[in-house]
């Protein structure tokens, strides 16, 4: 593997996501100024501490190079490395992390914000709050859900884009399709075993987000217990916002949003 920060945006990819990385060699990959193949970084916005100075993280910024898509769960990251992942087409999926108004694909082509994001969370919030009364419990199991979901719509995403490209390594661009063309009825879902994981997906260009489906459960002390079947989120509230904040921010970075069918 080598260690060089550079990467070519058709390059064939190896068909694993990259996730689990430090926050340095993450951070050396999105600044593509940084002097990742040896010695000390020359990019000098880098604070010192986020810089991939070790041996460690220059190897690891080389994963990037060949990896067929970024899982990260840190809204954080998901903002800083946008620019870079798009320029590289090399699709996040921030599995309801990040900006909500990624969801507009025409101006984020490469962000994936499936099953949901912070926005429409909050309006399936206020919907269950609507319909019900009660404490809220710590969702301890947040974590792992979100793990399974990522590895669950990240292979699946690989799958659909092999059936049409052929098994072999894939471009960043040709997991975009994948991810693009991702189809998940209840019965794939139950032969799966994800049943009840996440609702009915279909996403296109553009859909990003697959519906933002909800569903909601409370610990009772013992278990957790399902209250509600998936709820939908206010759409007509968030969508109006979401693309008002993706134009924006296509004319502060001088994008020109894509055309989708």
Known sequence: MGTTGKSSPDAPRHPWPCTGLPPQAILAWARDGANVSGGESDATDVPVMVRARSRRARGL?????????????NASLVNALIDRATHDRLPLL????GR???SDERVFPYVFTIPTHFWSLNTAKIRFIGQRA???GDVGTAHWMRGMLRALLTTEALRTAMRHFGNQPLTGAQMQWGLEHLSLTPAALK???AEGLLPPITLSCRDHEGGGGVKFQQ???TQWTVLTDWMAPDQALVRPLVEASAAKYAQEKGITPRDCP
Request: hydrophobic share 55%; net charge negative.
């Open 61 to 73: 910024v080389g994963v990037m190079a060949v990896a067929a898509a970024m899982q990260l769960a």
């Open 94 to 97: 921030p599995a309801a992390g």
């Open 100 to 102: 909500g108004d990624a």
């Open 134 to 136: 009660g404490p809220e």
């Open 191 to 193: 032969e799966l075993g």
């Open 219 to 221: 610990w009772d002390g």
